[in-house]
């Protein structure tokens, strides 16, 4: 665990990050708490357990920073560009912009965005830019003494994990780390870009190669379970085994020759592999020069003076909320954000 900010002002020795995909935080609630109402009758799902989760995982670990990262109205319109079926099934609109069709929803999403304001929680949100890409540019640019935990159910975001970035994963409730990594995956911690390149994202709409996925891959190519490996790699050996083949007598194995053809029903066609990397390869972000300004401003602006915790209470009873935590003192069920606003406070006096 790392080590508290000292209060005598000496540094402390590693960073603690807490960043949040607020969108999957935010659905898994509103969409997985069914019965969860108030006394009017309201749904407060998604309020009752982002809220919920969030100081779960501020009790479990001490953090020095967190941030909460939104999909914006036209989010994913980067990647459309590039391939348009992208996010083909979702109801996305990149023209017009996508915003919930259920009112309580948006609405929710709303208020937990305000709880948020008063509990010191920076957010960012962009236009165009995913969540995803967010979390990934801050990993990518992380201080060398920082540790960063990401909360999430995406498994795109499973790509960043290290020896210092690690995964709460909402739907296993198990954090991912490079020891637990192969308890989820078939393939090594390095190669999930290139497996996702060659098979595609179902979850994206992500076309890949025509009758291949990971276990095909894995049956001819068992490397990839192994050690870190690339498409160069696994070309060749589609190419050797092939020629073996054929050596031998035997017809061609089709997964093999969509492999070396780059056969696909896909829109991408003959250059797959060179856009589906791009699609789904995290170590490049897709960013914005407008994101990375507002992404600097809301990291290195201090919080603003008139974020309040009492009025996350009056909201708390203003919205039903109130009676969900009964068992807890308001003081005490909020003690884990208090802290954390605390802990901010005095490391950026030391900075100064």
């Not at 990397?277 to 407008?290: C, E, K």
């Not at 300004?293 to 603003?304: G, K, M």
């Not at 003690?335 to 606003?341: A, N």
Request: charged residues 30%; hydrophobic residues 35%; aromatic residues 10%.
């Amino acid at each position: 665990m790392p080590k508290l900010p000292p209060r005598t002002g000496v540094r402390i020795d590693r960073i603690n990050t807490l960043l949040v995909d607020g969108n999957a935080l935010f659905k898994r609630g509103y969409h997985g708490s069914h019965d969860a109402y108030n006394e009017n009758g309201d749904h407060v799902g998604g309020i009752y357990q982002f809220i919920t989760v969030l100081r779960m995982l501020l009790k479990k670990d001490v953090f020095h920073n967190v941030y909460v990262f939104w999909d914006g109205r036209f989010s994913g319109k980067l990647r459309w560009e590039i391939y348009k079926d992208y996010k083909g099934d979702r109801g996305k609109d990149y023209i017009n912009g996508t915003e919930p069709d259920d009112v309580n929803e948006k609405l929710q999403q709303f208020i937990v965005k305000q709880y948020l304001y008063h509990l010191s929680i920076r957010q960012i949100e962009d236009t165009v830019v995913e969540a995803d890409d967010y979390i990934a540019y801050y990993t990518n640019s992380k201080k060398k003494n920082e540790d960063i935990t990401i909360c999430t159910s995406d498994r795109d975001l499973c790509q960043l994990v290290s020896d210092d970035v690690k995964i709460w994963l909402l739907d296993k409730r198990v954090y991912l780390t490079p020891k637990n990594y192969n308890d989820h995956f078939d393939h090594h911690i390095s190669n999930m870009v290139l497996v996702k390149t060659i098979e595609g994202d179902v979850s994206d709409t992500i076309k890949g190669i025509k009758g291949v996925k990971e276990k095909k891959l894995l049956e001819h190519f068992p490397f990839i379970a192994e050690r870190k490996t690339d498409l160069l790699e696994i070309l060749r050996e589609a190419m050797r085994i092939q020629t073996e083949r054929k050596a031998n007598k035997k017809k061609p194995l089709i997964a093999l020759t969509n492999l070396l053809e780059c056969n696909t029903v896909g829109l991408q066609g003959d250059r797959l592999y060179e856009i589906n990397s791009v699609l789904v390869d995290l170590s490049t972000p897709m960013m914005t020069n407008a994101s990375i300004e507002h992404y600097n401003d809301v990291i290195s602006t201090p919080l603003s003076t008139d974020r309040n915790l009492k009025e996350v209470y009056s909201m708390l009873e203003r919205d039903g909320v109130d009676d969900m935590i009964l068992e807890y003192r308001m003081t005490d069920y909020f003690l884990p954000f208090k802290k954390l606003k605390d802990r901010e406070r005095r490391m950026s006096k030391e900075v100064t």
